[in-house]
């Protein structure tokens, strides 16, 4: 009996299953889970999987969550390393052998009258020097079929583990939905994931945030490298065939995967799709920055997604080519057949069920699909696909964007004025909260990097270790921060985002290409308005000030609240950040 299949046994005689499945990642296999799931498995009553109408949403099938469970649950997500320090003030905690115990008794016997599923997956391409070998059990064929989607699922990567001896193990169970039962623990010094009560993406599909980014970042920390929450993107310069390749971090429902799939409305100019979520970055042979993404699947919200907003998701949402397309928690258009959200193009359907399955009043002012209903589809269906994306060195990166969502204070963009300061600006980005996650109060939260969530070890360390590439290469990239969502007077947004962003990213490439000068604020670089290409927008000079006003009054209270968010990492807190808060505090005392 190998490792894999005394862990699998092991697993087995806790959770106590009526048979055992080997998934091996083929679309036959993928066709025969969805079966399973529209004929005999079920949640609250309701079929895993409901076929949507085939002619307008071809390979595409629905999904219903339990209502208790539509987002992440960070308040019962724990990172539990030996020393509470090393965890941080950035991620609740428990004691490995207490969360152990905790856990051992909520599975034991979680999985009986269930099928255990065994789902063997690469995370980054099986020839990358970075991938990583992994194997996940659920009880539960909508993560079987949803972690096909999300990631190089194979029974050759089972070959692999026999070989390196080491693999990422992931043990998940939907239990009984029960909220007071659910848990999602990562035990980092065992490369374990161990989830129980959830079957919502990322508390369930652990290949995803748990493990590419939690357990992930920690192994980056001890390997020389940094697993972040990143788009990857290629611009490519339609005169020159050059391609940039820039990543850009913002926190859930930001807009993040309209970026990745962004429609340029600047001529000369495209953007191909590489990621939409997770970038891991290590330093190539040649001292640049390289980075892959590890998945291969899109997870996006779809309220707000349109022809309009995100032409190409649409076109991936209905290619049809890699089975299947997963839609959760939308409306249903009951004479169509078809899903429907809010933002979704033409009018609202007269005959709706909403995401309960009830039928939707439109008049009670209530929303038809969750804020957070969700897509799963393979981003092999991405008609902006980059012919790098399976590229197993990955791609060199030229810039780095850290944005979030605000309505004052924060210019559109807005660059480092190296790269300890760069660091420093993605350290103290905070962002509005979004339906993304249960449980965060209203208002403006402190998201370094967008990572806060997802940082398997405590956040002081984790700038020293960002801070730490400057000493190792002298070919970093640009840092820049933006925020797409500044508003006026009236709460209108001034800057008109989705494809008018390859704007910005121009400007990026211009000063990569030292093309372009810039105007020097307390903040960082900001554009000159007669180097930013305006032309078919509204956005005039008055709008532009507008745009990168920085306000000295908000900018003191901004450095407070920088200054006591950074205050809980205490004496892990890089001295560089000291310097950074310091001549922030001058400039606007």
């Known amino acids: ?102 856990m051992t008794k909520l599975s034991d016997g979680c999985m009986k009258g269930k099928t255990m599923y065994v789902l063997p997956y690469m995370m980054g391409h099986p020839q990358s020097p970075y991938a990583k070998a992994c194997v996940q059990i659920t009880d539960v064929s909508y993560v079987a079929v949803s972690m096909r989607i999300m990631t190089r699922m194979s029974k050759t990567v089972l070959d692999k583990i026999s070989t390196d001896r080491d693999f990422v ?42 493990f590419s980014l939690r357990i992930a970042s920690w192994l980056g920390l001890k390997e020389g490298w940094l697993a972040e929450h990143m788009v990857i993107i290629g611009i490519e310069e339609l005169e020159t065939k050059n391609v940039y390749y820039i990543l850009a971090a913002f926190p859930s429902a930001c807009g993040k995967t309209n970026l990745a799939m962004l429609e340029s409305k600047l001529p000369g100019y495209r953007v191909w799709t590489l990621g939409d979520d997770i970038a891991w970055i290590n330093v190539g042979p040649d001292g640049q920055l390289y980075a892959i993404n590890p998945e291969t699947g899109l997870f996006g919200v779809a309220p707000g997604t349109s022809m309009k907003t995100n032409p190409n998701m649409m076109y991936s949402l209905k290619a049809g080519k890699f089975f299947p397309t997963l839609i959760t928690n939308s409306a249903i258009d009951i004479d169509k057949n078809e899903p429907w959200w809010e933002g979704l193009d033409g009018e609202i359907p007269k005959n709706l069920v909403d995401w309960q399955g009830n039928a939707w009043d439109q008049t009670k002012n209530s929303k038809a699909a969750h804020p957070n209903a969700r897509f799963t589809v393979s981003i092999y269906n991405s008609p902006t696909l980059s012919k790098e994306f399976d590229n197993p060195k990955g791609v060199p990166i030229s810039a780095i964007i850290i944005g979030g969502r605000r309505s004052d204070r924060i210019p559109l963009i807005v ?35 967008a990572m806060l969530p997802f940082c398997g070890y405590n956040m002081g360390d984790y700038f020293k270790h960002w801070l730490s590439f400057q000493t190792r290469t002298n070919r970093l990239p640009k840092i820049f921060t933006a925020n797409w969502f500044r508003t006026d007077e009236n709460g209108n947004f001034m800057w008109p ?31 000159k308005f007669e180097d930013l290409n305006l032309e078919g927008t509204n956005v005039t000079k008055d709008v532009y000030e507008k745009l990168f006003a920085i306000n000295n009054d908000e900018w003191k209270q901004e450095t407070e609240d920088i200054e006591q968010f950074l205050s809980q990492f205490d004496k892990r807190l890089p001295e560089e950040f000291f310097d950074e808060l310091n001549k922030l505090k001058f400039s606007f005392k």
Not at 519 to 527: N, V
């Open 1 to 102: 009996m190998n490792q894999v299949e005394k862990w699998v046994d092991e697993v087995a005689q806790l959770t106590k299953p009526d048979k055992i499945y080997w998934c091996d990642g083929s679309e036959e296999e993928a066709h025969k889970l969805i079966e399973i799931g529209i004929k005999e498995e079920k949640i609250n009553g309701n079929p895993i999987f409901k076929e949507l109408n085939q002619t307008s949403w071809p390979t595409a099938y629905y999904h219903r969550s339990h209502p208790t469970d539509v987002a992440r649950t960070e308040h019962l997500t724990y990172v539990c390393h030996p020393d509470r320090n090393l965890a941080g003030p950035n991620n609740n905690w428990m004691h490995p052998d207490d969360a152990k115990s905790l």
């Open 169 to 210: 193990k992931g043990l998940h169970s939907v239990g009984d939905f029960d909220p007071n039962k659910r848990f999602i623990m990562h035990f980092p010094d065992e490369h374990l994931v161990w989830s129980v009560g959830s079957g919502y993406g990322g508390n369930a599909l652990l290949g995803k945030k748990c």
């Open 497 to 527: 985002g989705f494809g008018d962003n390859i704007r910005i990213l121009k400007w990026i490439i211009d000063r990569v290409n030292n093309k372009v000068g810039a105007k020097e604020t307390p903040l960082g670089l900001i554009p």
């Open 415 to 449: 660059e480092g004025f190296n790269w300890s300061h760069g660091v420093f600006m993605g350290a103290r980005t905070g962002s509005e909260t979004t339906a993304a996650a249960i449980g965060l109060k209203p208002g403006v939260r402190r998201d370094p990097m």
